[in-house]
């Protein structure tokens, strides 16, 4: 196969060869890196993954999957709300650039109470001139917000937390001994628990949705995604707790009991900070399989710091390198969130191996990161920037109306085929913590 990221995921994921996928479709993403086969490959390594459960050959279509690295609705009638707040975004500082991410009312109130300005962006960009840039990310990373100044990758690579992310494996896989081997059949009989948030871990559990996993996505009370939960609850039933609560802390206990997976996107310590350490959800139920996320990796001073795609594409060198090969004046960044949905996708094979590795009789999980992911794409850049980009066209949607919770709406095609057969959403989309917190 010449997509020349299969071999580092395959070699990453399962534990023998696996059989390479089909390709259909063509075009390339506007990238400085190789970003559509990175795509292209992390979907087939997921469609592998299902396959080697299930059966059947994998079939991935290159535009398709390139489209799906991005928003997928195609709302008729409405609009999706910005994928930004009014604050947020790149800023130039005395030094160079820096990022905020404040999409977050708790994030954008962190970010606001460093720089003692109003939230709007021309008092935040005149203040922030003012400012060196590793100082500020200093600054509102301490005051709990999420911050990110802009590094070249060499700056990176000396950087403490950039040797421990490579030092790090894509994968983190932890064995915890033997189990009963699982012999029931097929996906529609695994409940799986998802505790994350935008984007990784949501479309890891939304591909598994897609192919008959019954996932429960649980949310704290405060916590919205305005504009992308029209993508990231497909399939789901979307329930709240509020696990500061005693009561909903115990109904999250009696869930974990349940499930099958554990999908989880918290922070390194925050769940042991919750009572719900490794020891603990291992106790509660022996044979779950646990697969998690941090933005930064698993070693290193920044292993517990807050972190989005956004944040982990400036630290790691991305946009710098999409800024200078562009010849332009200010950070450039990938043309998608691709280091979210990598991962995502990423994270689905985890979880299908682990299903495997259960059926045989053993007990694995895995942990994964955004910079882990963003180290394996700036392995493969692009000899230069290549123009006639994929473009949406009218013959990229279904004709099928999915009656999401927001109104009715076309979705781009899915791009894999395993086996003949796509996934199918047995739930439309819909707003989070509308359903109560149990299984179906």
Known sequence: ????????????????PAAP???????RLPSVYKTSDFAEATIGLAGTAFARLQGGAVAVDRRLASLWFDMTLRPIGWQVPSLWDAVAGNYACKDGWIRLHTNAPHHRVAALSVLHVPAERAAVAEVIAGWNG???????????????????????????????????????????????????????????????????GPVATRFLAGFGAQVLRIDPPSWNETSVEMEVTLGKRCAGLDLKQSRDLARLKVLLREADVFVHGYRADALERLGLGDGVRRALNPNLIDVRLNAYGWGGPWRERRGFDSLVQMSCGIAVHGMLEAGADKPVPLPVQALDHGTGYLMAACVLEALAQRRAGRVRSAKVSLARTAHLLMQHPCAQVESGAIVLAASDSSA?????????????????????????WALPARPLRGDPAQFS
């Not at 996928?21 to 075009?27: L, M, Q, R």
């Not at 919770?405 to 894999?416: C, E, N, Q, S, T």
């Open 21 to 27: 996928y089909g390709v259909t479709g063509e075009g």
């Open 1 to 16: 196969m010449g997509n020349p990221f299969w071999d580092q995921l395959c070699a990453a994921v399962f534990s023998e």
């Open 134 to 200: 590793a100082e500020l990310e200093r600054a509102v990373v301490a005051a709990n917000g999420c911050a990110a100044q802009m590094r070249s990758a060499e700056d990176w690579g000396e950087h403490p937390q950039g040797r421990a992310v490579a030092a790090e494996p894509l994968v983190h896989w932890e064995d915890h001994g033997e189990c009963a081997p699982d012999a029931r059949a097929g996906l529609r009989v695994i409940k799986v628990l998802d505790l994350t948030r935008v984007l990784a």
């Open 400 to 424: 099928r109306i999915e009656a999401t919770g927001w109104g009715d709406a076309h979705r781009i095609k899915v791009p894999l085929k395993v086996g003949g057969q796509g996934p199918v």
